[in-house]
């Protein structure tokens, strides 16, 4: 896998396709990892080239530590460091609280914004503080990262796929996923919502019962230039559980014009 230095702290990613057009996509928490977006990322059209950074594996922490603003500043200066900008961020869970900051706060990196399954703040999200308490509680054990895993998904689509994500929670530092979720749990990015200027697709599970609906319509309604997608028989992740619907609203949105 390739990887960059941001000044002296090692970033680890994987790279998919090449052409003018960019898509930087940032993986959920919980120990998730770039190979959350390996079978989006290799079905992206002919001229979009893709690039994942992995914030828990095999990189250094951001000088900041583990926290979503942290890791806002961290990708955006990846993405300059590989002169990709700017770019199409597409961000998952904790992933898409990273781009609504990068878009919020280093706009200038974004040319547009991807939210899958995320909102501004964890209000109406008890999931997110129950989860919390078992990772604390439970630790690191493949029976409790399996089950934490298991409420991504309203059905899981392929055992084998959703293995190998378990895989990447248990090799993930816990320290650095506690800190992770517990600045989600500390983090509103409601407030700074309208000074997101980059075209937005907000593309939401309906069966998702952590990230509910209120989350998506949350961000619709603060951020202007916005869209919402929603995905009928999807959980957490419709990125896996509606593959071709979710490759389509996302080829539509990089075909998309953009404002000058």
């Known amino acids: 896998m390739p990887e960059l230095s941001i000044d002296g702290r090692r970033i680890d990613y994987d790279a998919w396709g090449e052409g ?63 002169g990709l900008a700017p770019a199409t961020f597409v961000g998952h869970s904790m992933g898409g609280v990273v781009c609504q900051l990068i878009g919020a706060r280093h706009g200038h990196v974004a040319k547009r914004l991807g939210l899958v399954c995320t909102g501004p703040n964890i209000r109406n999200h008890g999931v997110a503080l129950s989860l919390m308490d078992q990772l604390v509680e439970g630790g690191q054990t493949r029976e409790n990262m399996t089950d934490i895993a298991r409420h991504w998904f309203h059905e899981i689509p392929d055992q084998a796929a959703f293995d190998a994500y378990v895989e990447d929670s248990m090799a993930a530092p816990l320290d650095a996923m506690i800190s992770a979720q517990q600045s989600l749990i500390d983090m509103d990015v409601e407030p700074e919502l309208p000074s997101i200027q980059a075209p937005t697709l907000i593309l939401h599970g309906v069966k998702d019962h952590g990230r509910t609906m209120d989350h998506a319509e949350r961000l619709k309604a603060g951020i202007t230039n916005s869209e919402l997608v929603l995905f009928v028989e999807s959980g957490h992740a419709p990125m896996w559980e509606e593959p071709s619907a979710f490759d389509r609203a996302l080829r539509r949105f990089l075909q998309s014009p953009v404002p000058a």
């Open 20 to 82: 003018p057009e960019t898509v930087v996509f940032v993986h959920g928490g919980f120990g998730s990892s770039s190979n959350l977006w390996a079978r989006t990322a290799a079905a992206l059209p002919d001229g979009v080239q893709a690039v994942a950074p992995n914030l828990f594996l095999r990189s250094d922490p951001p000088a900041d530590g583990y926290n979503v603003a942290s890791f806002a500043g961290h990708v955006a200066a990846f993405v300059e460091a590989l």
